[in-house]
T-cell receptor, first 115, second 111 residues
């Protein structure tokens, strides 16, 4: 299994541009999520999905959209990039959406810079 | 908002010594998890402890949980240079379908 994969690894955008960060998992996990990590901080949840066709907002959803058309894929869209969205973005998945023994598997991250 | 807060923010020790990191949280939890992040990489799950457990071991890792004090500690025994990383606690609470992460402890193990 490849686990959780993310593309691209690095991206530079200009303010106002849009782009999609890709995330895929091959473990048939129900739950997928997107986090952002800023320097010296922990992870903050942007959006999550508990299954195909079901998404919900996390702590910091503004400026981002998600969709979950398949179990495997969970893309994150930046609608109009802003410098405040400069961050490292991590995608994660887990077997179910809240079992007491669930742990999350993380992708390698996408480092995004918005100029 | 961050549920878990790690202490200390940074810790530097010699190889072979033990490293202890603490995590405090605010609301009651279902479970608490510890993750490790090597520089420039994603997070890797280390250990999960449920709210009805008080201590758990995995190799050189020992985690304790005190729900009355809303705190947890992660002990790494006989540390190695390869243990150098950031360590995060994350809590899963109530019916929330998400983990909430703390800000992490940066551990440096000097050879």
């Amino acid at each position: 299994n490849a686990g959780v994969t993310q593309t691209p690894k690095f991206q530079v955008l200009k303010t106002g541009q849009s782009m999609t960060l890709q995330c895929a998992q091959d473990m048939n996990h129900e739950y997928m999520s997107w986090y952002r990590q800023d320097p010296g901080m922990g992870l903050r949840l942007i959006h999550y999905s508990v299954g195909a066709g079901i998404t919900d907002q996390g702590e910091v959803p503004n400026g981002y959209n998600v969709s979950r058309s398949t179990t495997e894929d969970f893309p994150l869209r930046l609608l109009s990039a802003a410098p405040s969205q400069t961050s490292v973005y991590f995608c994660a998945s887990s077997r179910t959406s809240g079992g007491t023994t669930d742990t999350q598997y993380f992708g390698p991250g996408t480092r995004l810079t918005v100029l | 908002s961050q549920q878990g807060e790690e202490d200390p923010q940074a810790l530097s020790i010699q190889e072979g010594e033990n490293a202890t990191m603490n995590c405090s949280y605010k609301t009651s939890i279902n479970n608490l998890q510890w993750y490790r992040q090597n520089s420039g990489r994603g997070l890797v799950h280390l250990i999960l402890i449920r709210s009805n457990e008080r201590e758990k071991h995995s190799g050189r890792l020992r985690v304790t949980l005190d729900t009355s004090k809303k705190s947890s500690s992660l002990l790494i025994t006989a540390s190695r240079a390869a243990d150098t990383a950031s360590y995060f606690c994350a809590t899963h609470s109530g019916s929330a379908r998400q983990l909430t992460f703390g800000s992490g402890t940066q551990l440096t193990v000097l050879p």
